[in-house]
């Protein structure tokens, strides 16, 4: 295990037992956990001071809850638990102290993180994202994917996005932002977002929950049709699911593409304009396949394990 790794899992025991239903069996297997690794003893002494300075109930917002206000483990507790109580974010630790942590998510792979400040980063397929979580801000880059945030309101400490050259600040709200080769998608489905170009922070626009739009490195903003039930079908991809209304095929198949090693290919370019209805989970291309084989009434080609074939060639 990694050192995030590691940091997590010790911020995830913490919040467990602050929670206040700690077992016997919940003791039994995080001393299992300390065992395991010479260094997990080392990170959860670390970590107990960090959870006790941030104030923050990191398990409530993995949850997806609203963090609770905490002033730290009572005596009885830790009289109660030993070491085994000490259990802490050594995540928040780093955080705190300003220095920057990655995450990425391969192929297929959806991470939630909660974050130092009870933010919350849901991080899509393929993606990185470096986080820095400090006294007087909270910067976030996104060097590569999607990533979904959930932010605690703080208006001492600005949020901000950073995707190549376009920006994306919130308060307290909740948005995506998806980088591009020339910019970045932007939905928000909470509250209110800025967003501006660096460089052309003179142009700023405002971005409403329900909105979406395009922001390209060169600040030119567009402004797509939008509304919640779009944006929640967008991000459908938080529950593993893509969400598919009138979608042209060739997008549909995109995005199938995003989440799997084994891709879809259009043989038949006439069909990439047709429309297709339907929710599918991200992992499951052959079932898209299939249904969209009926749908259409055209061939569909699953014999070679790295792609599926959509459709005959024409002659």
């Known amino acids: 295990m990694n050192a995030t790794g590691r940091a997590e899992q010790a911020a995830l025991w913490v919040a467990r037992m602050d929670r206040g ?5 919940d003791e039994a297997r995080l001393q299992r956990w300390i065992s395991e690794d010479a260094l997990n003893a080392g990170a959860l002494l670390q970590a107990q001071a960090a959870w006790a300075a941030t104030d923050v109930s990191l398990m409530s917002a993995a949850a997806g809850d609203a963090p609770a206000p905490r002033s730290g483990f009572s005596r009885r507790q830790f009289a109660a638990f030993g070491g085994g ?91 995506s932002v998806r980088r591009r080769d020339n910019g970045a998608d932007i939905l928000v489905t909470e509250g209110v977002v800025e967003t501006w170009v660096e460089g052309a922070e003179g142009h700023r626009i405002r971005l409403e929950a329900g909105a979406r739009a395009f922001v390209t490195d ?14 929640d079908r967008a991000l459908a991809w938080r529950a593993g699911k893509i969400d598919l209304l009138g979608d042209r095929l060739d997008h549909a198949v995109a995005e199938f593409n995003r989440y799997n090693r084994r891709q879809i290919v259009i043989v038949d370019p006439a069909l990439a304009a047709e429309r297709f209805d339907g929710v599918f989970g991200t992992d499951d291309p052959a079932g898209f396949a299939k249904a969209l084989g009926s749908s259409l009434d055209v061939p569909v080609d699953m014999s070679e394990a790295t792609e599926i074939r959509i459709g005959q060639p024409r002659k």
């Open 21 to 25: 239903d700690w077992s016997s069996d």
């Open 85 to 175: 109580a000490i259990a802490a974010s050594l995540v928040g630790a780093f955080l705190w102290a300003g220095l920057p942590t990655s995450y990425t998510t391969g192929v297929g792979e959806i991470r939630r993180v909660p974050l130092a400040d009870g933010s919350i980063a849901t991080i899509n397929t393929a993606s990185q994202v470096e986080v820095n979580i400090a006294e007087a801000s909270r910067a976030i880059r996104l060097d590569e994917g999607e990533a979904w945030f959930q932010v605690v309101k703080d208006t001492s400490r600005p949020f901000v996005v950073e995707a190549g050259r376009v920006r994306v600040r919130a308060v307290g709200t909740a948005f």
């Open 218 to 231: 060169n600040a030119a903003i567009s402004r797509e049709p939008a509304g919640p039930s779009s944006v």
